[in-house]
């Protein structure tokens, strides 16, 4: 049923312009600011987004199957940035899906099968931009008058028409547009996490918004469930220590082995256990002098000085809130650093 629902609806038989706008947008984005608006168009992290039941991965995922279905390739002739490129590039490219005008009876089937309404049987053409080279075309050609291959040099001729130029300048526009106001929207975004520990790897706020997809990929791999999604408070992945078994795990690395951007670096075991990701501090006031936090750092931070009171060494402490979990009274709080570093 579902198949039959398919064939009955038609792909798009246009070639929108829209489409350059939008690659426009995007990478005038992704070139002012990096990774972090790239999230928000590419599949592989729309998808992982939805695989850890993001609201915006979920919806972006529904959305585009649906356009998938009802309009088989239109979203990638017609939305795609990465499609838009491709289709530009198909413009200079030597092989070419070509039609035969004396073999071609303008039987329409070619252009009935088209995924993305690339021929026109009457005018017997072919829109190679738009074209995927899917090759269902020559597939259902009785005639054998469709080919593909390297066309004549006068059928190349570069052509650019008067709307075809006003669409092109008003994309490099937005194109500048975009990426001056991207330059300026990273900053603040870069300020507004200042105050989030990130996980190991991730070497600075700046950095990690630059690069972080929001596939959530460390989020669910993260034994100790602390390395927490964007949410309205933090608009990008942050450990949480309120969360999960609330420390970091002294022997763990899964964050740095599962980041496909390079936002958390490919980090070893040693390093991670010697890179300060915060700083945990001691209230004095609440302090029991129990010595429990002593016996559980992994780091060797905590001692009792010549006085017999438990403190905190600086100079050792990587952050980990392993004090802060085991502490019966709430004395140790941990507080975010502006860069990781190793000690």
């Known amino acids: ?3 039959n629902l398919q064939k009955k609806i038609e792909p798009s038989k246009k070639n929108l312009a829209l489409k350059y706008f ?3 947008g995007v990478y005038g984005a992704l070139f002012g600011y990096g990774a972090m608006f790239l999230r928000y168009v590419d599949p592989y992290t729309i998808f992982g987004s939805a695989i850890t039941l993001s ?3 979920i919806v972006a995922t529904l959305i585009v199957l649906a356009v998938v279905f009802f309009k088989d390739r239109f979203f990638c002739s017609n939305i795609c940035p990465i499609g838009a490129v491709l289709g530009l590039l198909s413009k200079i490219s030597l092989n070419k899906i070509k039609i035969d005008k004396e073999k071609c009876v303008s039987c329409s089937m070619c252009e009935k099968n088209c995924p993305t309404g690339s021929i026109n049987s009457k005018e017997k053409a072919v829109d190679n931009v738009t074209c995927v080279k899917c090759l269902k ?3 259902v050609c009785k005639k054998d008058a469709i080919g593909y291959g390297i066309k004549k040099k006068e059928d190349c001729k570069f052509s650019l028409k008067r709307r075809d130029f006003i669409y092109s300048i008003s994309a490099l526009a937005l194109f ?3 990426y001056k106001a991207s330059l300026e929207y990273g900053k603040k975004v870069a300020y507004r996490i200042k105050n989030i520990i990130l996980p190991p790897g991730a070497v600075s706020e700046e950095e990690f918004s630059k690069k972080c997809l929001n596939c959530n990929l460390c989020v669910n791999n993260c034994p100790n469930k602390i390395i927490q999604k964007a949410n309205k408070d933090f608009s990008f992945i942050h450990i949480d220590y309120s969360k999960g078994e609330g420390y970091c795990k002294f022997d763990c690395s899964e964050c740095s082995k599962n980041c496909p951007s390079g936002a958390i670096r490919k980090i070893k075991q040693d390093e991670k ?3 300060r990701i915060a700083m945990a501090i001691l209230n004095r006031e609440k302090c029991l002098n129990c010595s429990i936090c002593m016996t559980k750092c992994p780091k060797g931070a905590i001692y009792k000085d010549d006085n017999n009171i438990v403190t905190i060494d600086p100079s050792k402490c990587i952050g980990c809130a392993r ?3 085991e502490c019966p009274n709430g004395a140790i709080d941990i507080f975010a650093i502006q860069n990781q570093r190793m000690i």
């Open 1 to 3: 049923m579902l198949i």
């Open 22 to 24: 939008i690659a426009a």
């Open 55 to 57: 609201i915006f991965g």
């Open 137 to 139: 075309c020559l597939s």
């Open 176 to 178: 500048g547009a975009i």
């Open 273 to 275: 256990q010697n890179t």
């Open 323 to 325: 004090c802060a979990k």
